[in-house]
C-alpha cells in the first residue's frame, strides 16, 4: 500500500493542474462563443440597407445605416413624401408652384410666343412635347435642325400627364424610338433640347443615378433624376447613349429657396414622364410609334448628331 500510495502522489500533482487548464480553456471558448454574436450582431445592425431622408434636398436613398447622413425613415414615410414629391410636379406642371425664375416654364423670347422642344416619333410629321407647351396657342409651329419652320397642330392632350401630340407638315427622315428597357439608375442619360431659346440644340448630360444610390421618391405619373434643365427644355427628350427615349422633361425641381444658374447644383432634379406612361396614352388615342431594344452606345457628339435630326423647337403664339 505504501508503494502504492507513493507511486499515486506524483500522478495527483500532474492531473490536477491539466484539469485547471482545461476549465480555463472550456471558459474561454464559452467566452467567445456567447460574445462572437453579438459583435456580429452590432455589425450587421450597422452595415443594414436603410431608407436615408436627406432633408434638405428633399431626397430619400437606400444606404447602409452606419452611412445615412440623414434620418432613417420607414416604408410608409417614404410612400407619402413620394406622394407629396408628385403632387408638387402636378402644381408645377399647372403653373400654380411655379414661383419667378423656377422651374421649366418657357420664358417668352417676345410678347405672346412661348417656345419649348419636341420630338418626333414617326415619319408622318408626329412629335411630342409638353401640354404646357403647346396647349391652349392661337398659332402652332416646329423650327427644324436646318432652321425652317414649318407648321403644326395639335392633336391630342393628356393634362394629366402633361403630354400633348402634335402633327407637323414636314418630311421627317429620322425620328425618336422608345428603348424596351429603359435603364434610369444609368450615368450616362442626357437632356437633348432649345434651351433659352438657343438656334441650335444642345445635350446637358445627367449626374449619376447608379443604382441603390438613387433617389427613391419615384412618383406615380413623374420620375425625378439628377440634372439640370432650363427654360426651353420642356418637351425634350431624355435619352439613353444609344441614343432612345427613356422618359419625356416636364420640368426642373429643386429646395425651394435655391435660385436657378447655369452651373448645375446637388438640389437640382429632372422631372420626367416615364415611357410607360407617353406610350400608355399613345396607344389610347391610336398614336404610332416604335420601339427599339438597347443597341450600341454612341459618344456624346454622336449621340447630338443623331438627336438634331428627331429634336425639334415648338413655337406657340398665344
Not at 407647351?133 to 398659332?139: E, I
Not at 394629366?160 to 429620322?174: E, F, T, W, Y
Not at 438613387?214 to 427654360?231: E, Q, T
Request: aromatic share 4%; with cysteine.
Amino acid at each position: 500500500m505504501t508503494s502504492n500510495s507513493s507511486f499515486g502522489q506524483p500522478l495527483l500533482r500532474f492531473r490536477l493542474p491539466y484539469r485547471r487548464e482545461l476549465k480555463r480553456i472550456a471558459w474561454a471558448a464559452l467566452l467567445v462563443a456567447v460574445l462572437t454574436p453579438a459583435r456580429t450582431a452590432a455589425q450587421e445592425s450597422g452595415s443594414a440597407i436603410v431608407r436615408c431622408l436627406d432633408e434638405g434636398r428633399g431626397t430619400v436613398r437606400e444606404t447602409a445605416r452606419d452611412q445615412c447622413r440623414g434620418r432613417v425613415i420607414t416604408a410608409e414615410e417614404a410612400e407619402r413624401l413620394r406622394d407629396a414629391r408628385d403632387a408638387r410636379i402636378n402644381r408645377i406642371v399647372r403653373g400654380s408652384d411655379r414661383p419667378p425664375g423656377h422651374g421649366d416654364q418657357p420664358v417668352p423670347a417676345r410678347q405672346g410666343l412661348r417656345r419649348g422642344t419636341g420630338f418626333f416619333i414617326a415619319a408622318d410629321g408626329t412629335l411630342l412635347t409638353n401640354r404646357h407647351v403647346a396647349d391652349g396657342c392661337r398659332t402652332l409651329s416646329i423650327t427644324l435642325n436646318d432652321g425652317r419652320t414649318v407648321p403644326a397642330e395639335l392633336r391630342a392632350v393628356a393634362a394629366g400627364d402633361d403630354i400633348a401630340v402634335l402633327s407637323a407638315q414636314a418630311n421627317v427622315a429620322s425620328f425618336a424610338r422608345f428603348t424596351t428597357a429603359p435603364d434610369l439608375t444609368s450615368d450616362a442619360l442626357a437632356v437633348v433640347g432649345y434651351p433659352q431659346n438657343s438656334p441650335t440644340p444642345s445635350v446637358a448630360t445627367m449626374a449619376s443615378a447608379r443604382r441603390g444610390t438613387a433617389d427613391l421618391l419615384i412618383g406615380r405619373h413623374f420620375y425625378a433624376l439628377p440634372g439640370s434643365v432650363r427654360p426651353g427644355h420642356s418637351g425634350s427628350p431624355v435619352l439613353d447613349r444609344a441614343g432612345n427615349v427613356v422618359g419625356m422633361v416636364v420640368a426642373s425641381i429643386r429646395r425651394r429657396g435655391v435660385p436657378m444658374s447655369d452651373v448645375p447644383g446637388p438640389d437640382e432634379r429632372i422631372a420626367a414622364i416615364p415611357n410607360a406612361t407617353v406610350t400608355s396614352f399613345l396607344v389610347q388615342r391610336g398614336v404610332s410609334y416604335q420601339s427599339a431594344p438597347p443597341a450600341r452606345e454612341w459618344t456624346e457628339a454622336q449621340l447630338l448628331e443623331r438627336a438634331r435630326h428627331f429634336v425639334v423647337r415648338v413655337n406657340c403664339t398665344i
